[in-house]
């Protein structure tokens, strides 16, 4: 059964608070951020972006399960801000894990959901036997322009997958995807910031995707919800998953576990590998996971796990790199015109 073999997650240090943000632009922040259920936001050091996030989540997932660098058949990074237009950054981390060079790579893009398709293109090339591990990768230092709404949710952070069929930490059992053209958010060639819909990017985009997904594979795997005993849904914010869960029938006991959006803000493509991420880190052999992905663009990835018994066994270490909690725990607050700053909201004559 091919499965996660081994995860591992990464959060700069650096948070905003939402307060902050609103605070600079004259709008009340104690009403954001209980309308967005989002209180503050990772944001990246000044050497910090798309692929050294990449490279920490990928060197904690090998950290807590030492693989063979030469066993790693292939890489790909899921993100909408790397660094370069024209040179991926699956070979970056690739070369800083000592994977290169007999290995495959790609970046991948998808919106919010390009780390989740990276999972399933790993899933079969390990299925095919084409190649013994595959990592998947969902990071992003994600931008949202000064004073519009997605400044007080877009963050910095990721987390890394490494699939594989020998001895998995959590077998994926199932995977479907359910994939419109539905234009609700976008970034054009050259330019600094996304566009969005508004509230046109909650109902006919983010729920539309995610409860089509989760109901056709609670249907193919014939299964309800309190069959589950976690849910991750993608986390634009805090009130939609909580919505959509509601809606599919799973609880706030499921979910509240994998819901790190409240004090990290959305990771765009690794928003629900972050989450599934918080949930490995407690979950127990038997546990039945269930993760639905959300791309704008629009489309979403589900999947159904079961956590095995290696995850307790000597094959792996939980504690060998930080969890999910422990990163947010390690912050720093700073206020608007450092965040600037690291941003690089403040752009300098050449």
């Known amino acids: 059964m091919v499965g996660i073999i081994s995860y591992g997650a990464y959060i700069p240090r650096y948070r905003i608070k939402v307060e902050e943000i609103a605070r600079v632009w004259?709008?009340?922040?104690?009403?954001?951020?209980?309308?967005?259920g989002v209180y503050e936001k990772?944001?990246?050091?000044?050497?910090?972006?798309?692929?050294?996030?990449?490279?920490?989540?990928?060197?904690?997932?090998?950290a807590r399960r030492p693989v063979n660098p030469a066993d790693i058949g292939a890489v790909y990074v899921g993100s909408e801000s790397h660094p370069y237009a024209v040179k991926p950054t699956a070979?970056?981390?690739?070369?800083?894990?000592?994977?290169?060079?007999?290995?495959t790579a790609a970046d991948y893009e998808f919106a919010c959901k390009a780390g989740t398709a990276a999972i399933q293109t790993s899933m079969g090339l390990v299925k095919s036997d084409m190649v013994k591990y595959s990592i998947a990768v969902g990071a992003d230092v994600a931008q949202g322009e000064p004073g519009d709404?997605?400044?007080y949710t877009a963050a910095a952070g990721g987390a890394a997958m490494i699939i594989g069929n020998d001895d998995p930490i959590a077998e994926i059992n199932h995977t479907c995807s359910f994939t419109t053209d539905t234009p609700d958010f976008w970034r054009r060639e050259n330019k600094p910031y996304p566009r969005h819909g508004g509230r046109f990017t909650g109902e006919p985009a983010y729920f539309k995707h995610v409860i089509g997904a989760s109901k056709m594979m609670l249907e193919k795997m014939g299964t309800k919800p309190s069959d589950y005993t976690y849910a991750v849904f993608h986390q634009p914010?805090?009130?939609?998953?909580?919505?959509?869960?509601?809606?599919l029938g799973f609880t706030m006991d499921q979910i509240k576990p994998g819901l790190a959006v409240t004090y990290l803000g959305n990771t765009y493509s690794g928003a629900s590998?972050?989450?599934?991420?918080?949930?490995?880190?407690?979950?127990k052999p038997g546990d039945r996971i269930?993760?639905?992905?959300?791309?704008?663009?629009?489309?979403?990835?589900?999947?159904?796990?079961?956590?095995?018994d290696v995850i307790n066994s000597d094959l792996f270490n939980r504690d060998a790199a930080p969890t999910v909690s422990a990163l947010l725990a390690d912050k720093k607050i700073v206020d608007y015109a450092v965040y600037a700053k690291h941003k690089g909201k403040v752009v300098m004559m050449e």
């Open 26 to 36: 004259g709008a009340n922040g104690t009403e954001i951020s209980r309308g967005l």
């Open 290 to 308: 269930f993760m639905t992905s959300y791309g704008s663009g629009s489309g979403s990835d589900s999947f159904d796990l079961t956590v095995t």
């Open 149 to 151: 709404a997605l400044e």
């Open 91 to 103: 070979v970056t981390v690739g070369e800083a894990i000592g994977a290169t060079p007999v290995m």
């Open 273 to 283: 590998m972050v989450g599934l991420s918080a949930v490995l880190d407690i979950a």
């Open 237 to 247: 914010n805090g009130k939609f998953p909580v919505q959509a869960a509601n809606m």
């Open 42 to 62: 990772a944001l990246p050091d000044m050497d910090e972006d798309t692929i050294t996030i990449s490279v920490e989540a990928t060197r904690a997932a090998m």
